[in-house]
């Protein structure tokens, strides 16, 4: 057993009184926390007590460390002591000592570390933006965190935050829950019913049904909005929202018992999950009706009144939408009683009634002809689901095809290049069928050379992908990264006709020559002299005569009488980065032109404009069709001329897919972080918000593009959004920040924007 003794080199850095403490706290300490979480705690004490905010902070975190250690575990410590640490040069000790004494209540209320991580980045948020708010927020926080949950919180903090951000006493009043408008927003954010006071009635409910206990968390999802989280079920959990309103007069104990026992059902009656790699998403959404129908009647065979509980959360569609309809299915396969003029929820009632539900592979059978008999109405995956409150997000019943990134990534066997004599290449018999996956590419020793200039090389070889590369992505609904969440796949560009761009530079030739001052302006300007210093690399001789004059006269003379020669060079490295997603191909309003074209024309004048001023630039691009599907395009290297294989491949650039723009800007910030330059720009040429196929939620991929900025950003790139569309003002600031965006509501002039501003970000 580990004495105080065994940490001898720590303890002694503690003054008298708090090794006292730790004495009388160290038997507690021993029973809860391993060796490696008594040494954190330790490590803990000790630089706090080197912070100098007092001893007060000390001891209190020795008093409570334990405790929070046994409510949400010993990793949790090195997290609060690197918070607390970064809360020393922002506020006083007094309310270090408050944050530490509160911890427990937090704990207690939130239940779960990840909740108490978020609610830390709050403090956080809060010292930036209303200091003096904090310390009568925590004097409350039990009575607060008794009626909201935490996004609630957030938002009544937030409130207070940006109504009182220069009256400081209405502020302090309004945080020490004094004001009446500070009872208002408390009311009108407190929720019905939280998973913290209920959680242990629904584990012996859950018990009392199946016989085994279940593993519950709770998950906020409701920092942007009331609406809250859907169940779902992941590593073990039953993952529950937070907090339940009351749902149409239904207690919200009902419905945390109804989303226990749907939950718990998936798990008794989910033996093998369900292959989904190869489904649409109106195919998957049918599976998972019939999969909830299934695992519910199985329930429901060996608990009848689980019917009555459910029922009560359903209710017929009639507004005509997809939704709408999976409403009325869902309660026909429930309700066997409910009478419905619905033939499609009828024939899904015939045929779940008459198979084996001990089977679960009836789901996909009946789940796919359900979706053949709705294949002609419109389905949206994100606005069309099931509106029963109680159901899961069904995550749990399906399997997709994923890497196990901890084993490494493993990518397909790489082509063997054979190199073999031109007769060899010539007599050999091609294969029609061949692939780019095909396992041995034959390759010409020698050159030969087509009637039309090109080799064979260059017409019928393939050139070996590069690998897929992970990258994080930022979940701002647990405000935690993704590990390895999105894949970078890069793509080599299909080549055009590099007469379409020289026809570009001819049509736009007044422009370029309109530009040709500003870009003169902007070369390197040679050798310059600074004269007039007193520590220089030689004399100024004009200076130091007139200094001699000044003596002779009997004048006091001029002292800076040096001067130094400065070389004049810029360096700047641009990363032009292209969205060519399906969108550009939309035309030009009142033009023949589609966005694309202007964007290809645009990009075309800004290289020339950069290879005129002598500046190293890249052009890439990007689009992407769900997380390990981000495709990625480089149309011109850095260390490539601007000559005519790159203008060939930004003659067959094609707009496609969506725009996951988060993993894209974390990519080209890698290419860019290995170019030398004193000044590295990233440019972003997008005509909307970031979006995909597999993202629901309009802001998880802007919260996720935002981050990704902020990180190119810490590597010392200055990330600038050039937006072609005139509604970004609700997102882009967000992503980009106040200053580094610029929307050009006239598409038509996007060639001659662009060049100039680059002009102006690179002077």
């Known amino acids: 057993m580990s004495t105080l003794e065994d940490h001898a080199e720590l303890t ?127 004097e409350h926080l039990e009575e607060l965190l008794d009626v909201l949950t935490l996004g609630g919180l957030r938002r009544w903090a937030n409130w207070g935050a940006q109504a009182h951000r220069t009256d400081f006493e209405e502020l302090t009043r309004y945080f020490s829950l004094e004001s009446a408008e500070s009872r208002a927003i ?149 309700d066997p009683d409910w009478q419905t003029d619905d033939p499609t929820a009828r024939w899904a009632r015939e045929a779940l009634a008459g198979a084996d539900l001990s089977n679960a592979a009836i789901s996909r059978d009946i789940g796919l002809h359900l979706a053949h008999r709705l294949r002609d109405r419109s389905y949206s995956a994100y606005r069309d689901g099931q509106r029963a409150p109680y159901r899961d997000d069904n995550r749990y019943i399906w399997e997709f095809e994923q890497v196990d990134w901890e084993k490494g990534f493993s990518p397909p066997p790489e082509q063997v290049r054979k190199y073999v004599s031109v007769s060899e290449m010539v007599n050999e018999v091609e294969v029609e069928t061949a692939g780019e996956d095909a396992q041995e590419i034959w390759v010409a020793e020698h050159e030969l050379f087509d009637d039309d200039g090109l080799s064979f090389n260059e ?65 390197p300007q040679g050798v310059q002299r600074i004269r007039k210093l007193e520590d220089g690399d030689e004399i100024d001789i004009n200076a130091a005569l007139s200094a001699m004059i000044d003596i002779r006269m009997g004048r006091q003379p001029d002292p800076r009488v040096m001067m130094r020669s400065v070389r004049k060079v810029r360096d700047i490295a641009v990363m032009t980065l292209l969205d060519l997603s399906e969108s550009t191909n939309d035309r030009v309003a009142g033009q023949d032109q589609t966005v694309l074209d202007l964007t290809r024309a645009a990009t075309v004048l800004l290289a020339e404009a950069i290879h005129k001023v002598g500046d190293a630039f890249a052009l890439h691009g990007f689009c992407s069709d769900g997380r390990h599907n981000v495709f990625y395009q480089r149309y011109k290297d850095f260390d490539q001329p601007w000559a005519a294989m790159p203008k060939a491949r930004l003659a067959g650039m094609q707009g496609q897919l969506s725009t996951r723009m988060g993993a894209a800007i974390r990519h080209a910030g890698a290419h860019l972080s290995r170019v030398a330059a004193t000044k590295k720009l990233m440019l972003v040429i997008t005509d909307g918000a970031p979006a995909d196929i597999d993202v ?58 662009l060049p100039q501003l680059y002009a102006g970000l690179t002077r």
């Open 696 to 753: 629901r939620d309009p802001q998880y991929l802007r919260q996720d593009a935002r981050t990704a900025v902020q990180e190119v950003a810490k590597t010392g790139v200055i990330p600038f959004c050039l937006t072609l569309d005139p509604r970004a003002d609700s997102y882009v600031a967000q992503i980009f920040g106040q200053r580094n965006f610029f929307i050009l509501d006239n598409v038509e002039r996007l060639p001659e924007r």
């Open 186 to 334: 408390l009311q009108k954010e407190r929720k019905g019913t939280l998973f913290v006071d209920i959680h242990r009635r629904i584990g012996m409910y859950l018990r009392a049904l199946w016989g085994r206990d279940f593993l519950m968390r709770p998950t906020a999802g409701d920092f942007e909005s009331r609406e809250g989280a859907r169940p779902f079920i992941a590593d073990f959990f039953l993952h529950l929202p937070d907090a339940y309103d009351d749902w149409q007069g239904v207690p919200g104990l009902d419905l945390y018992r109804a989303a226990a026992a749907h939950a718990s059902a998936h798990v008794m009656a989910t033996r093998e999950a369900i292959p989904g790699d190869e489904l649409n998403a109106l195919q998957q959404a049918c599976i998972g009706l019939i999969e909830d129908a299934r695992v519910e009647a199985l329930a429901i065979a060996r608990f009848p009144r689980l019917r009555d509980l459910w029922r009560q959360f359903h209710a017929p569609g009639d507004d005509g939408s997809m939704g709408a309809q999976f409403d009325r299915i869902a309660l026909a396969l429930l």
């Open 459 to 523: 017409k019928e070889g393939t050139e070996p992908t590069a690998p897929p590369v992970p990258y994080d992505e930022f979940d701002y609904q647990i405000q935690m990264s993704r590990p390895a969440w999105a894949t970078v796949l890069e793509k080599r560009p299909k080549p055009g006709d590099p007469a379409e761009i020289d026809t570009i530079l001819t049509e736009h030739r007044k422009l370029t020559q309109r530009m040709r001052h500003l870009l003169d302006a902007m070369q």
């Open 12 to 138: 002694a850095e503690l003054d008298a009184p708090q090794r006292e403490v730790l004495d009388q706290c160290w038997p507690d300490a021993v029973r809860v926390l391993s060796p490696r979480g008594l040494d954190n705690w330790l490590k803990g004490a000790v630089a706090l007590s080197h912070m100098g905010r007092g001893d007060h902070i000390v001891r209190t975190w020795i008093e409570v460390v334990p405790m929070l250690a046994r409510d949400l575990g010993e990793d949790i410590v090195p997290d609060f002591a690197q918070t607390l640490l970064g809360f020393a040069s922002r506020t006083s000790g007094a309310v270090i000592e408050r944050v530490i004494a509160t911890a427990p209540t937090a704990s207690r209320r939130l239940s779960d570390p990840d909740l108490f991580l978020a609610y830390l980045q709050l403090l956080n948020q809060l010292l930036a933006q209303a200091p003096r708010g904090l310390r009568p927020m925590l």
